[in-house]
């Protein structure tokens, strides 16, 4: 409910609509094949749910100021890759590498195994962020060419979870003990949201979860409002309220709680 990527939810491209670069030019309504686009009393309406996302981008290409346009677009392995390998000067300097993300990468499998493949072979360091919700086949086929997994942990209570992600959280668990016995390369992610996951409770059960898969490291991140404006600019409702962003005192707080239990703990 807190995520600040809505358009990356979907499994298609979304029309996205930002109002501010509107000049009510009207120049795009009859573009649009599926009515997802019409005007009333001079002012144009967009209806989301009717829009397919289509190829032929007729309201895009006839908006002259940017105000509509397309989040998400089809793309092969091979040519993300060429994408990909143009910044590998500055991979081996930095000592870095390629983060898949989103979203959830494990939503494409067969194209992020073909995509992590083939930059093993050029030699580039490989990192997955994932929320865990995917199947144990792809997680064990892409375990060869990932070296380093981002893994979301954010509340381990089953109700919570469900309420907050609309996931049931015990698959989620169960990969990511699998995954501790097959890589060290892991390290946690724990998206700090006032009253949800930051409680006492939560942080406590999250330090069992990784005792006891013997995991060390975790990455903790302030909740923060950057996404909230894309919720409207996809036709999306935000499904929280505007919470009052953490203070130094506070991070270093819950900070402190997984370092005196023995972790590695950085603030994102």
């Given amino acids: 409910s807190w995520c600040c990527n809505p358009e ?3 499994d298609r491209p979304q029309l996205r609509y930002i109002g501010f670069r509107c000049r009510q030019c009207l120049e795009c309504i009859d573009s649009c094949p599926y009515d997802a686009v019409t005007a009333a009393g001079g002012i144009i309406h967009r209806r989301f749910e009717l829009c397919s996302g289509c190829r ?5 290409d006839k908006c002259n100021h940017d105000a509509l346009s397309l989040s998400g677009r089809e793309i092969t392995p091979g040519e993300l890759t060429r994408i990909i390998a143009l910044d590998i000067p500055f991979y081996r ?3 870095g590498g390629v983060t898949f993300s989103g979203g959830e990468p494990l939503m494409q499998p067969a194209f992020l195994y073909s995509v992590l493949s083939q930059c093993k072979e050029l030699g580039i360091h490989t990192a997955v962020e994932t929320c865990g919700w995917g199947s144990r086949d792809a997680l064990q086929k892409i375990l060869p060419v990932t070296d380093l997994f981002l893994y979301d942990l954010k509340i381990t209570d089953p109700h919570l979870h469900l309420q907050h992600t609309g996931k049931p959280v015990e698959p989620i668990l169960s990969n990511l ?5 097959q890589t060290p390369g892991i390290v946690i992610r724990l998206p700090l949201v006032p009253g949800i996951t930051d409680t006492a409770t939560n942080i406590e059960a999250i330090c069992t979860v990784m005792s006891e898969s013997g995991l060390k490291r975790i990455s903790i991140e302030p909740y923060h409002t950057l996404g909230v404006e894309k919720y409207a600019e996809h036709g999306m409702e935000y499904g929280l309220d505007d919470f009052t962003p953490y203070d130094r005192d506070q991070l270093g ?3 402190a709680s997984f370092l005196s239990r023995g972790f590695s703990c950085e603030i994102a």
């Fill in 8 to 10: 990356s939810q979907s």
């Fill in 56 to 60: 032929e981008k007729g309201c895009i």
């Fill in 93 to 95: 300097n930095s000592g």
């Fill in 177 to 181: 003990a699998f995954l501790a016995t």
């Fill in 253 to 255: 707080f819950i900070q």
